[in-house]
RNA sequence: GACCCGGUAGCUCAGCUGGUAGAGCAACGGACUUUUAAUCCGUAGGUCCUGGGUUCGAUCCCCAGCCGGGUCACCA
C-alpha cells in the first residue's frame, strides 16, 4: 500500500475504516422506488397536484447513484447523484440523520455508489432535492474519477465543464472512466442501439429473416481487404475472420430463403483512421427478384424510417453541416459526373490521358492501376468531396466490382451504387452477379491481381461458385457501415468514439 | 507506412537562454445547517513516457524506442 500514490492510499484507509465502523462497503443490492428522473418528476407531479405537506415535501423516494458532485457545509452537505436517468441533488443534515450517520459521510468521496432515502423538496434556489433521511454505502470507489466541475448557466442553462477528462489515449483504454463521468458519451451509445434496434425493426417489417452466417471462415471474400488469420487446432487448418458476410448470404438466396440479412461484426486486417477500425459493425441484406434501383428505394426508406424513429428529424447537423434527407436522394453516375468534372467524356480519354490528369492533381502510386481504378481516383479527387448531401453514385467500372452485374446498355460498368453522406460512404450495393459463368472469370481476373501483387484482390472461392451454379434468382444485396452511420447521427467525427472500445496498441 | 503535434501530481494544464518543478480542480486538516464551478484558512501529493547521449548539471538539447492525436497514403 505504500506503493500506492496519496490519493488512492487514503481512500483504502476509508475503506479499512467503514469496516471498523461496521459499514459492509460493497453491498448486494439496493432496492430504489426511483431513477432520479422518475423522482424529480413525481416531486413535480404532487407539486402540480398540491399534496406537498407544510414542509414542502412530497413523498418519500429510494435513490441509488454515483456520487459526482460534494458541497460539505459544516454540519449539513449538498451532494449531486447520478444514476441513469440523470442527476439528482442531496441535502444531508445532521440533526435528520443522526450524529454517527453524518460522521460516516467523511468517508465517501466522490465516484462512491451510495443508496439514500428520503422525502422531496425544493431548496431555496429551486432545485428538486432528496432530504435525506438515511443513507447506505453501496460501493465504496477506490480511484478517483476524473470528474470536471460542472457549470449551468441560470439564464441559457448551457453546461461548461472545467478541467474534465480531456486525454483522448485514456478516454478509449478506460472507457468506463470516459463514460462514468460523461454523460454525453453514453447518450452515443444510447442512440447507437436505438438505431441498432431501428434497423431491425425495418428489415423484420420488411420481410426479411435475420440470420448467422460464420465469422470464422476458410476462405474470404465478399470484399478487397486483407483478412485476419487465425488457427483451428483440431482440424489443423488455417482459417479467416470474415471480411464481409456477402457470399454467404447470397448462398441463402440459392437455398430459397429470399430475403436475408445478417448484422453482425466484419474484420479487416488495415490500418486504423477516424473512418476505419479493425473490427467494424456491417448491416448486408439480400433481396430475391429484386435490383439495384429498387434497392435504392429501400435505402431511402430505411434512412427516414431510422433518422424518424431515432431523432424525430429528417435534418441532422454534421460536422457544422447541415445535411437534409429527402427522398428522392441525388442520383448521380460515377462516370457521368466525372465526365462533367473533367470537361470532357471520359469516354473520350485515353487510359495514357487519365493517368495525366490524376498525376496531376497529384495522386500517388498510379503504377498499374487499370483504367477502372483511374477513373475511382480521379472520382474521388474531383467529385466526392461535394457529396455532403445524400447522394447515390452509379455504376462503377468492372474492374472495381468482381461481384456485382454489368449495366445493363454498357458492359464496361456494373450496376452498382454507393450512397454518400457528409463526403462519407454509408452504403454499397449491387445487382448481384448470378451468372456462374462470368463470376468465375471475374474470380480469375481478381486472381490475377492477386498474382500481380495486389493482397486485397479477392480469392476464388470454388464452393460459391457451385452455389450459383445451383441458380441465383436477380438479386439486389446492399452493405451498410453501422458504425458510420451512427456517426453521422450523433455528429462524432470518429469512429472511435462510436465504439465503446475501439482497437488501440496494448498498453504496455 | 510518411510527416506534424503531444506524453509533467488522480484530472486539466503551465514550466523562460539547461540549474532536479508550479497552478486550478480533486484529496487531507480546520471553519461553515439551503449550497450548486459553494466559500474561507492551512497541508500534502511527482518514475517530468522509456532507454541512451551531450553537459559540472537535462522536464528542457540530441538519438532511439513506446503510446496517443492529426494530416496524407492504404482501406474499390
Redesign the pocket.
Known amino acids: 500500500m505504500d506503493d500506492l500514490?496519496?490519493?488512492?492510499r487514503?481512500?483504502r484507509e476509508?475503506l479499512d475504516r467503514l469496516r471498523e465502523r461496521g459499514i459492509e462497503p460493497y453491498a448486494y443490492n439496493f432496492d430504489a422506488t426511483h431513477r432520479s428522473s422518475g423522482a424529480v418528476d413525481s416531486f413535480e407531479e404532487a407539486e402540480a397536484a398540491g399534496t406537498l405537506d407544510e414542509?414542502?415535501h412530497a413523498g418519500m423516494v429510494r435513490v441509488g447513484g454515483r456520487i459526482v458532485?460534494?458541497?460539505?457545509?459544516?454540519?449539513?452537505?449538498?451532494?449531486?447523484v447520478e444514476d441513469a436517468g440523470g442527476r439528482i441533488?442531496l441535502?444531508f443534515?445532521?440533526?435528520?440523520i443522526g450524529e454517527e450517520a453524518f460522521a460516516d459521510l467523511?468517508?465517501t468521496?466522490?465516484g462512491d455508489w451510495i443508496g439514500v432515502e428520503g422525502p422531496l423538496?425544493?431548496?431555496?434556489?429551486?432545485?428538486v432535492?432528496v432530504?435525506v433521511d438515511s443513507w447506505t454505502m453501496l460501493s465504496k470507489s477506490l480511484?478517483?474519477?476524473?470528474?470536471?466541475?460542472?457549470?449551468?448557466d441560470?439564464d441559457t442553462g448551457e453546461r461548461?465543464v472545467?478541467?474534465?477528462?480531456?486525454?483522448?489515449?485514456?478516454?478509449?483504454?478506460q472507457r468506463y472512466a470516459d463514460l462514468a463521468v460523461h454523460p454525453e458519451v453514453r447518450e452515443v451509445f444510447r442512440i447507437r442501439s436505438r438505431v441498432v434496434t431501428a434497423l431491425r425493426g425495418f428489415m423484420d417489417g420488411e420481410g426479411f429473416l435475420e440470420v448467422e452466417t460464420p465469422a470464422l471462415q476458410p476462405l474470404y471474400g465478399?470484399?478487397?481487404?486483407?483478412p485476419f488469420v487465425t488457427r483451428h487446432n483440431a482440424l489443423d487448418r488455417t482459417m479467416y475472420l470474415r471480411?464481409?458476410d456477402?457470399l454467404y448470404l447470397k448462398r441463402l438466396i440459392v437455398g430459397g430463403l429470399d430475403r436475408v440479412y445478417e448484422l453482425s461484426k466484419d474484420f479487416?486486417n488495415?490500418?486504423?483512421?477516424?473512418?476505419?477500425n479493425p473490427e467494424f459493425t456491417m448491416l448486408e441484406w439480400y433481396q430475391a427478384f429484386s435490383d439495384y434501383e429498387e434497392q435504392m428505394d429501400l435505402v431511402e426508406r430505411m434512412c427516414l424510417h431510422v433518422l424518424d424513429t431515432v431523432l424525430d428529424t429528417r435534418t441532422i447537423t454534421y460536422g457544422g453541416k447541415e445535411i437534409r434527407f429527402e427522398a428522392p436522394f441525388r442520383r448521380i453516375g460515377l462516370v457521368d459526373s466525372l465526365s462533367e468534372a473533367l470537361g470532357t467524356p471520359v469516354a473520350d480519354l485515353s487510359d495514357a490521358e487519365l493517368r495525366a490528369r490524376a498525376k496531376k492533381l497529384?495522386?500517388?502510386?498510379l503504377e498499374g492501376a487499370g483504367r477502372?481504378?483511374l477513373i475511382?481516383?480521379l472520382f474521388?479527387?474531383l467529385v466526392e468531396p461535394d457529396l455532403i448531401q445524400p447522394t447515390f453514385v452509379l455504376d462503377?467500372p468492372k474492374?472495381?466490382?468482381?461481384?456485382?452485374k454489368p449495366k445493363r446498355g454498357d458492359p464496361e460498368l456494373t450496376e452498382?451504387f454507393?450512397l454518400y453522406i457528409a463526403g462519407m460512404?454509408a452504403f454499397?450495393a449491387?445487382s448481384e452477379l448470378n451468372d456462374p459463368l462470368d463470376q468465375r472469370e471475374r474470380f480469375e481476373a481478381q486472381a490475377r491481381l492477386r498474382d500481380a501483387g495486389?493482397d486485397?484482390a479477392?480469392t476464388i472461392d470454388e464452393d460459391y461458385i457451385r452455389a450459383l451454379e445451383y441458380g441465383l434468382p436477380p438479386t439486389g444485396g446492399v452493405?451498410m457501415g453501422v458504425d458510420r452511420f451512427v456517426m453521422l447521427l450523433t455528429d462524432q467525427?470518429?469512429i472511435?468514439d462510436v465504439i465503446l472500445f475501439?482497437?488501440?496498441?496494448?498498453?504496455?
Do not use: M
Open positions: 500514490s496519496q490519493v488512492l487514503i481512500r476509508k414542509g414542502g458532485a460534494w458541497r460539505g457545509h459544516g454540519k449539513s452537505a449538498f451532494a449531486h441533488q441535502y443534515k445532521k440533526d435528520v467523511d468517508l468521496d466522490l423538496f425544493r431548496t431555496r434556489t429551486g432545485e432535492t432530504r480511484r478517483p474519477l476524473p470528474f470536471g466541475k460542472v457549470e449551468v441560470a461548461t472545467h478541467s474534465g477528462f480531456a486525454d483522448a489515449e485514456s478516454r478509449y483504454r465478399g470484399a478487397s481487404a486483407r471480411i464481409a456477402e479487416r488495415e490500418g486504423i483512421d477516424r473512418s476505419h497529384g495522386v500517388p502510386e477502372g481504378k475511382d481516383k474521388g479527387e462503377h474492374e472495381l466490382s468482381p461481384l456485382a452498382r454507393e460512404e454499397n449491387f495486389d486485397e479477392q452493405g467525427s470518429s472511435r475501439p482497437t488501440l496498441r496494448s498498453e504496455e
